[in-house]
Structure formats: C-alpha cells, structure tokens
C-alpha cells in the first residue's frame, strides 16, 4: 500500500541555519504530495502542497519539489528561525483526500 | 472564523466507561476524517464520512464508531475505551472527499488516556 517515511529526528539547528527534512513515498498512481506543521499543543497547519510532478511547493520560506524519478518530496528552508520549531509531516493523498502521513520530524530551532 | 472544533482537549478515563469526542466545523465541508497520532507512527486514520450518513472505516477502526447526522458534526464514540487507545486524537474537514488535493483543516487535538 502507500506510504511515506521521514527522516528521524530531531533535527536540531542553530538559527538561519540551512534546513533539509528528507521524505520519500510509494504510491500508486499521481497522488498529491504535503508538508504539515505541527507547532506545540496545536493541531495540524498546511505547510505547503504539489499535485504533479515537477511542481514546487513554496510558503514562508519553505520549499519542496514533486520529484517523481525518485519518490520525493523533500523539505528546505536557506534560514531558520526560532519561531520554526515544530513537528513537520510529510503526507500523500492518492485519492478520496485519504492522507497517508509519516512519523513526523521535529524540529528544534536555538538562538 | 473557518475552524475545527474538538471537545474536549484533555480526558482521562478508566477501561470500559463510553465516551465521546466532539468534532464541528463551520466551513460546510464533505468530508470529515478522525486521526489519531502516536509517537514514531504519525497520523493514521480511524474513521471517514464522505457526506452526511456516509461513513467508512480507516486503517484503523477497531474499537471506534462515528456518526454523520448532521453535515457539520462528526463524533468519535469509544464504546468500551481500552489503555491501547490513550492516544492523541485529531477531528479533520475538507471541501471534498472525491479530490486528492483539497487542503484539510485540523482540530487543536484530544489527548485522551484511559487508566
């Protein structure tokens, strides 16, 4: 069946650090490609989204790229901040707005 | 403001004892979907509704029941909560079932334990 797999965290930063979180899936068919954001005691936000292949995904500051040769769809962001610690969820939606989730990468951001 | 809303935000309840989670939205949304999240497993999913009186199991239905009377509300009901469900459950909304790309809100989360 589907599914996603996110690199283990957590990944720890300094601030305007580069950031890099990794997530690859299987799917069959074209599904629809996610990040979620899961900021501490609150549910879960859409980061940003790419519905075909090639397309980029880009909202405050981050960006991910629909990589079909090689099932990915990973997460960059060229400066972090503070305020970007979270729990981020790479997610497919192959049909019927199921989301397949992975475990979650958290993130943890120091001055 | 367009949200999910989930009562209550914290339970904790003993083995066997019913109860229920409320889940509203206000975005006259299709579909509605329950999660529940665990540490190293992410979200999976409980319960689906398509639309009003149309429901299906997730990946994980066993021991929960929904109901979709109204197209607004979407209750999650443990007959018999059990300690393997304490758990972090999420209520979640989106304007259609039948796309795959349609954004889906999320509630703030229950944690429930059962002792």
């Known amino acids: 069946g589907d599914s996603v797999t996110q690199m283990e965290g957590p990944v720890t930063l300094s601030e305007e650090a580069f950031l890099t979180i990794n997530c690859t899936y299987t799917a069959t068919g074209y599904p629809s490609l996610f990040w979620y954001v899961q900021y501490p005691g609150e549910g879960l936000q859409l980061l940003l989204k790419?519905?075909?292949?090639?397309d980029k995904g880009s909202n405050k500051g981050f960006e991910a790229t629909y990589r079909k040769e090689t099932t990915s769809f990973h997460l960059e962001k060229g400066s972090v901040q503070v305020s970007d610690s979270a729990v981020y969820f790479c997610a497919l939606s192959g049909g019927y707005n199921k989301l397949i989730f992975g475990a979650g990468t958290r993130l943890a951001v120091h001055p | 403001e367009a949200q999910v809303t989930q009562n209550p935000r914290y339970l904790i309840t003993v083995t066997g004892k019913k109860l229920t989670v409320t889940c509203s939205q206000n975005?006259?949304?299709?579909?509605m979907s329950w999660y529940r999240q665990d540490p190293g497993l992410g979200l999976r999913q409980i319960y689906y509704?398509?639309?009003?009186?149309?429901?299906d199991k997730g990946d994980v239905p066993e021991g929960y029941k929904v109901s979709r009377k109204e197209k607004r509300n979407f209750p999650l009901i443990l007959e018999s909560p059990s300690p393997n469900q304490t758990s972090l459950y999420f209520c979640a909304s989106s304007l259609h079932g039948g796309q795959k790309n349609t954004e889906a809100f999320f509630g703030q989360g229950t944690r429930l334990t059962v002792v």
């Open positions: 509704s398509m639309n009003v009186e149309v429901t």
């Open positions: 975005m006259n949304h299709e579909y």
């Open positions: 790419a519905t075909k292949a090639d």
